[in-house]
């Protein structure tokens, strides 16, 4: 199970495409919805979550969180008791989380990115305490992957699935979406 977060004001680029990646590759992906079951993204869209936090199941069959970023989406995660209790949970159990735009700026807080590489949205690096702060669009580094932002969501989401399902289905699913040329 893989859960993506969603608070009012996620950026919906940041949560879309990660999610479309890893439904491709047949992960089974449930959104939930942080504070409401429909919540708005930062540019007005309302999107109707599988499931509310109430919902969540932290168990041995979660294999991986994502933080979408998003303003003020990321500061409403960071203050959910529910999200930060995944991330515990992952980070006690050695599960992967991925964050993007300044979503990486809640893992950075918790001290989780100290001594690892790291991206973020430009402006947030002063969060990514003790992290290597890279210029790229996405970086893996143990369990964690940060990407900058939505111009980096594809790519997000493709390092997502190989993390999970390895290189040749990230591959394959790059050539399908035409995203090798």
């Excluded at 869209?45 to 303003?71: C, H, N, R, W, Y």
């Excluded at 990321?74 to 735009?101: E, F």
Aim: proline share 4%.
């Amino acid at each position: 199970m893989i859960y993506v977060f969603l608070a009012d004001g996620f950026e919906e680029t940041e949560a879309i495409a990660p999610i479309d990646m890893l439904r491709r590759a047949k992960l089974e992906v449930k959104t939930v919805g942080v504070g409401t079951l429909t919540p708005t993204s930062s540019h007005g869209i309302k999107v109707s979550a599988d499931i509310t936090e109430s919902e969540v199941k932290l168990t041995s069959d979660l294999q991986l969180i994502v933080l979408p970023g998003g303003m003020p989406g990321t500061l409403n995660l960071d203050k959910s008791a529910v999200v930060q209790g995944a991330i515990k949970y992952c980070v006690d159990n050695d599960i992967p989380v991925g964050a993007i735009c300044a979503a990486p700026s809640i893992l950075g807080k918790l001290g989780l990115l100290s001594g690892r590489e790291a991206v973020c949205y430009p402006g947030f690096e002063q969060y990514l305490t003790g992290a290597k702060v890279l210029n790229v669009p996405c970086v893996t580094d143990g369990r964690f992957t940060t990407a900058a932002g939505a111009g980096a969501a594809i790519e997000f989401g493709l390092e997502l699935v190989k993390f999970l399902c390895g290189g040749e289905k990230s591959a394959e699913l790059r050539s399908a979406i035409v995203a090798d040329r």
